[in-house]
């Protein structure tokens, strides 16, 4: 599903920051894809999150985060 692989884009990049373009590049290869898609996908993944308290936070427009709810960075040892 298209969350899973969001979700392990997070994982994967420095500080668990995602830009848009590398969610286009990543998750939709080379289809065209409306930026309201990409706002749908995210709010899906937030939802599932929730219960573990880990949030997509939005640091720009086109810049989000994955956070605990209380702390502001992940320690590597919280996500293995």
């Known amino acids: 599903r298209k969350e899973q692989a969001i979700l392990e884009l997070f994982l994967d990049q420095p500080e668990f920051r995602v830009h848009r373009r590398d969610l286009e590049l990543n998750i939709w290869k080379l289809t065209a894809v409306h930026p309201k898609t ?3 996908q995210l709010s899906n993944l937030r939802k599932k999150l929730r219960e573990f308290n880990v ?3 939005c640091l720009s427009p086109g810049l989000w985060k994955l956070q605990g709810r209380s702390d502001d960075l992940f ?3 919280e996500l293995t």
């Open 38 to 40: 990409v706002d749908v």
């Open 55 to 57: 949030e997509v936070v």
């Open 75 to 77: 320690s590597d040892e």
